[in-house]
Structure formats: structure tokens, C-alpha cells
Nanobody, 124 residues
Framework: QVQLAESGGGLVQAGGSLRLSCAASGRFFNGYVVGWFRQAPGKERVFVAAVSRGGGNTNYADPVKGRFTISRDSAKNMVYLQMNFLKPEDTAVYYC?????????????????WGQGTQVTVPS
């Protein structure tokens, strides 16, 4: 069993930065791939980024490539999402999730454990 808790969301002006954190508890967390997803009001939950078990491989959705960076600190059971050059369309609730498969997986159904989410708002 893995438990996840996101933090670091907030309101930031367009062009600004935020760093989201995902704190994990439970055994064998380092055996899981971790992804970040986001869900805007009235829309489906979509993939943002994922990192492999060892942290050496990453995968990003096209809209965030070059602006967001995912990383993990296995010693601390933490995963981060550094978000730069934020845009109004980045406004959403951001979730971290852990799954047993591959960092190339972008479907929410491939992830077994989810946090409660953290709100990111970028006013237009």
C-alpha cells in the first residue's frame, strides 16, 4: 500500500513558477513509477509527466515539454514537479500517482495509487 500527499499548489501569475511536491509513505514506494496528472474544471484528468523508478528516465506531455521538470528523491520518498513559465491553461488540480508499470504510461488507469490533489491557478 502506498499513500501520496501533494503540496505546493497556489495562485501564481502567468510566467511565474511553482514547485509541487508529492510525499509518499508505504513500503516499496521506490518500486513504483510516479506520474503527475491534472484535471481542469469540466475536463478529464490528463497526463502531465512521469518518472521511472530510479529517476533516470522521464516522460512529458507535449503541452508542458520544456517548461515542467519531474524529479524524485528516493531517499526521501519524494517526487517533485517544477513548473516554469506557467500559463492560464495550466490551471487545474494536480495529482501525483504511483503505478507498477512504465514511466511511458500516460493513461490514468495504469496508476494504482493517487493523492488528493493540489490546486494550481494561473489567472488570465
Amino acid at each position: 500500500q502506498v499513500q501520496l500527499a501533494e503540496s505546493g499548489g497556489g495562485l501564481v501569475q502567468a510566467g511565474g513558477s511553482l514547485r509541487l511536491s508529492c510525499a509518499a509513505s508505504g513500503r516499496f514506494f521506490n518500486g513504483y513509477v510516479v506520474g503527475w496528472f491534472r484535471q481542469a474544471p469540466g475536463k478529464e484528468r490528463v497526463f502531465v509527466a512521469a518518472v521511472s523508478r530510479g529517476g533516470g528516465n522521464t516522460n512529458y506531455a507535449d503541452p508542458v515539454k520544456g517548461r515542467f521538470t519531474i524529479s524524485r528523491d528516493s531517499a526521501k520518498n519524494m517526487v517533485y514537479l517544477q513548473m516554469n513559465f506557467l500559463k492560464p491553461e495550466d490551471t487545474a488540480v494536480y495529482y501525483c500517482a504511483a503505478g507498477p508499470y512504465s514511466y511511458t504510461d500516460s493513461a490514468p488507469a495504469r496508476y494504482d495509487y493517487w493523492g488528493q490533489g493540489t490546486q494550481v491557478t494561473v489567472p488570465s
